[in-house]
């Protein structure tokens, strides 16, 4: 079978892998790189982004985390708004590039700046930038000023900050914290419902995988191969996730059901149930679906030989408190709730001017960063006094020049020195707000309540006689076991 790329990336971007191309923090973008365009572009295939261009002969063969500089090719005609559109014009505010001009396509299709098929790849070491002097005459050349990216693998966070979005996900903050507490590990089977836009399917399935699909010589003895039973009731979602699973090579690992899971259970396609570990429910009534979780139902898709780790993730207090009276009803155990709230801590740089200020180390604590932005401010006011005095001088010299050339009646000096004063403080103005740096506030701090719970494994006599001979007490208490 084939290795999925989330699990087994290959050392560079290859031609046909997915990649994640990650513009800023927040945007990122899934491709697929190809080498041919399906509309038979000279250049191939390309992603325009507010960044630039980026033939995907430019990425093919680079090492993952890789930097790369936008091309000069630009196809005009196929810069149109797509879907990522938004995102993308976001993430150029973020990262404070200009939107490139679309340059127009000439008659027979090439962009103005396009060197003929390129004949020569270039493969740059890592981090290196892909279109630099060595190496890369057949390349297109930089246009200056223009945005980079970088090429990252796929793994489930990058797919969950960069997938397409059919519905509220889970994201990796709470979908890390929830396949700890499932206990989920190489080889677990687990229940997912429903599956929504996949996010939390892909982290589940990286999870549980244990070795090859299908391949059971890579798996240590005792080992099993890792499983997620997914279920979806909406049937657009079904079909989107399943051409994704397909695409990512995760057939082997997840299989997905079409089903409304309130109403018929966990039964799988073959009318078979599963038998699982572990349980995680993002369904707007949780409490619904527990009745087919019983060990007692017929067709239980509970493991009997496991105790079973359930989560269940619902936005609302209503829906928890229904879902742990359902619980406790249906004799679960161990049960409590859970918000994690996710912060983003900010790591920058010091400054090179507290340096230069022997201001080294002032942010050990608040008092001494206040300090810090204080001293700095005036040494940047001291410096923009002295580049606007500079200025003012020169603009009204210049000026003074200009208006006996032409002869014309203008402003006194007095009028003009205020006038370029004024507009001098304006810009300092502007400087001096720039120096302040902002963290960026959590809009959103809640996404959900998580409520776990735990289902002991079944016990009866016969589990007991097949204890007591492994485990022979009488003889182990004597001290002589076989
Ligand atoms: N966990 C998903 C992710 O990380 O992408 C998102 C799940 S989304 C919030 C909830 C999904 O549950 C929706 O796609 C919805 O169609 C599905 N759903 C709701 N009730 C269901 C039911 N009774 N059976 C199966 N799926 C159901």
């Not at 084939?2 to 892998?17: E, G, I, N, Q």
């Not at 580049?387 to 003074?400: D, F, I, M």
Request: proline share 7%; with cysteine.
């Amino acid at each position: 079978a084939r290795p999925s790329p989330f699990f087994h990336a290959a050392p560079t971007a290859t031609a046909d892998s997915l990649a994640i191309l990650h513009l800023t923090r927040d945007n990122l973008l899934p491709i697929k790189l190809q080498t041919t365009a399906d509309d038979g572009y000279a250049e191939g295939a390309v992603t325009n982004t507010r960044f630039g261009s980026f033939p995907h002969r430019t990425l093919i063969g680079l090492e993952w985390g890789s930097q790369v500089r936008a091309s000069k090719v630009d196809t005009g005609s196929r810069g149109r708004k797509g879907k990522n559109a938004k995102k993308q014009e976001e993430a150029a505010e973020e990262q404070g590039v200009a939107e490139s001009s679309n340059k127009k396509r000439k008659s027979d299709g090439q962009p103005d700046d396009t060197p003929a098929s390129p004949t020569k790849k270039f493969k740059p070491s890592h981090g290196e930038i892909p279109n630099g002097t060595k190496n890369d005459t057949a390349r297109p050349p930089i246009e200056a000023g223009s945005g980079f990216i970088h090429i990252l693998p796929p793994t489930p966070e990058a797919w969950t900050s960069s997938l397409d979005h059919r519905t509220q996900v889970v994201y990796t903050p709470d979908y890390s914290y929830i396949l700890q507490r499932l206990r989920a590990r190489p080889g677990s089977a687990i229940i997912e419902a429903g599956a929504g836009s996949g996010s939390f399917t892909h982290a589940a399935a990286r999870a549980v995988f244990s070795g090859y699909p299908g391949d059971s010589s890579k798996l240590s003895r005792g080992q099993s191969q890792g499983k997620v039973y997914s279920y979806e009731f909406h049937e657009p979602r079904v079909q989107t996730l399943r051409d994704e699973i397909k695409d990512h090579a995760l057939e082997g690992i997840v299989e997905l059901t079409h089903r409304d899971v309130c109403n018929e259970g966990f039964i799988l396609q073959d009318n078979t149930p599963p038998s699982v570990d572990a349980i995680f429910l993002d369904l707007p009534a949780p409490w619904q679906a527990l009745k087919h979780l019983s060990r007692s139902t017929p067709s239980s898709p509970l493991n009997p030989e496991s105790a079973i780790h359930l989560c269940t993730f619902s936005p609302c207090i209503e829906q928890v408190m229904a879902t742990v009276s359902a619980l406790r009803k249906a004799g679960w155990t161990d049960i409590n709730m859970v918000e994690v709230q996710h912060k983003r801590v900010d790591v920058r740089r010091e400054r090179v001017g507290l340096k230069e200020e022997g201001l080294r180390g002032v942010n050990a604590s608040a008092a001494s960063v206040d300090e810090a932005i204080a001293r700095l401010r005036e040494v940047e006011t001291k410096l923009s006094d002295f580049h606007a005095n500079r200025a003012v001088t020169n603009s009204a010299n210049r000026e003074e020049m200009a208006t006996n050339a032409s002869g014309q009646k203008h402003p006194s000096k007095q009028e003009r020195l205020d006038r370029i004063k004024r507009e001098a403080e304006e810009r300092k103005l502007y400087k001096e707000g720039n120096l302040v740096h902002r963290t960026v506030p959590e809009v959103k701090t809640h996404t959900s309540y998580l409520v776990f719970a735990v289902l002991p494994r079944e016990w009866n006599e016969s589990d007991e006689l097949r204890c007591a001979e492994q485990y022979p007490v009488d003889e182990i208490m004597r001290g002589t076991p076989k």
